[in-house]
């Protein structure tokens, strides 16, 4: 049910908080994308010995206690800290002061693939090692997943609010995004802190490296010659708010959140559906009030894989007769799991903003059988009214956001 007049809130995202590989805060973040920065270096979070090729996107000028206040930053895992200095940059990027967001009816939402799973890993070797009776208590308070939100709460001393943990894997940022615009245009919530955040672990790595799916060296997407992702790390936190509230307190906007869709298949453990990422988009835009050709450029989830960016070129093709531009910052920032598309969503509400598509980058010769424009290497002037953000996860988990240009309600 909506509030006073019955009909849904107009959401919109006034403050973005970023910890990527290509830089910190938006304003570094976005001077990474205009310039086509890689951020794919080396892994040195774990012993890399034994495997062929080690490449990765770590953030790495990253240190927690110049961005958290409320805890010791060992109280935190390593993706906590990254939510919580996220939700801390959004804040203050939204220009809102504490005491006031205090008094406001809050939601957290925040997605993730692999929670805490770098702790985990050393928590098996301590079990392995020592037994359980060794195990290191801290590591263990601050394993749980649930710490991604109710962090942010306790740093951000909120209270009216409303915090979860979505882990639908690789597609968990825009579901968490998508529920924050949920409980906003309904009128449950005045603001919402909503993303994804992860950190590089041996698990996730060691995975991906035996399903072949590991590049050596960089991740080229929809190019001939891909070789598949890099696993990266860091958060996206975009807050958000009415309208209303946006306009009551002079806030600048980004961009509008028009509406989402989310499909799961449950096709194949770890193959993606070309027909039900197209029922994703196709319904994210009946969501959003929009028909394809409105969509001016496209987020891909494009990972680099061969499996995955020749399935999605194949269901925007089913979507649209002629395909808009379509980039993946993974090119840049690898593939973050459960930060990936909240770092693509901040990416197209900048993109709104400041007239311009990011390049994919590393990419020599587009593969035919992708078959789009996915503007090679160098950023694109644009004036843009609607993206679109994809985002694909593991056992068909879709989510697909639509953002635009801020328009006034009719």
Not at 76 to 85: E, K
Not at 202 to 210: E, I, Q, S
Not at 276 to 288: E, F, I, K, S, Y
């Amino acid at each position: 049910m909506y509030d006073n007049d019955q009909r849904p809130r107009q959401v919109v995202i006034t403050g973005l908080g970023l910890v990527t590989s290509i830089g910190l805060g938006v304003e570094e973040f976005l001077a990474g994308l205009r310039a086509g920065r890689s951020g794919a270096k080396p892994i040195t979070a774990f012993d890399t010995t034994g495997f062929a090729h080690s490449h990765g996107c770590e953030v790495t000028d990253f240190d927690p206690a110049e961005w958290i206040r409320g805890f010791e930053p060992e109280e935190l895992g390593r993706a906590t800290q990254f939510s919580v200095a996220a939700a801390n940059m959004a804040v203050a990027d939204a220009g809102i002061a504490l005491e006031e967001l205090r008094t406001r009816r809050t939601m957290v939402s925040v997605g993730t693939t692999d929670a805490e799973s770098r702790d985990l890993d050393l928590l098996v070797g301590e079990q392995l090692d020592e037994g359980p009776e060794h195990l290191t208590p801290g590591v263990v308070r601050r394993a749980h997943a649930s710490r991604l939100s109710s962090s942010i709460v306790r740093e951000l001393g909120l209270t009216d609010v409303e915090a979860l943990t979505i882990p639908t894997a690789c597609a968990a940022g825009n579901y968490a995004i998508g529920s924050g615009y949920d409980a906003i245009q309904a009128g449950d919530v005045d603001v919402a802190l909503c993303g994804g955040a992860d950190a590089v672990c041996r698990k996730t790595f060691a995975g991906f490296y035996r399903l072949g799916t590991i590049a050596p060296e960089m991740c080229q997407p929809f190019d001939r010659d891909r070789k598949g992702i890099l696993t990266g790390e860091g958060a996206g936190i975009l807050m958000m708010e009415s309208l209303e509230s946006a306009r009551a307190r002079g806030a600048r906007i980004y961009a509008e959140v028009l509406g989402y869709g989310l499909t799961c298949d449950a096709h194949h453990p770890v193959a993606p559906d070309q027909d039900g990422l197209a029922r994703c988009m196709a319904r994210a835009h009946r969501n959003a009030g929009i028909s394809a050709q409105d969509v001016d450029f496209i987020s891909a989830h494009g990972t680099g894989t061969k499996a995955n960016d020749v399935t999605e070129a194949g269901a925007i093709r089913q979507v649209f007769d002629t395909p808009p531009p379509t980039v993946s910052i993974k090119s840049m920032v690898g593939h973050s799991m459960g930060a990936a598309s909240a770092l693509g969503s901040a990416a197209c509400a900048l993109a709104i903003a400041e007239g311009f598509i990011p390049p994919t980058i590393n990419h020599r010769e587009t593969d035919p059988d992708c078959g789009l424009d996915c503007v090679p290497n160098e950023a694109r002037p644009a004036e843009l009214s609607v993206v679109q953000n994809n985002a694909l996860a593991f056992a068909g988990n879709n989510a697909v956001l639509i953002l635009g240009r801020h328009r006034e309600a009719t």
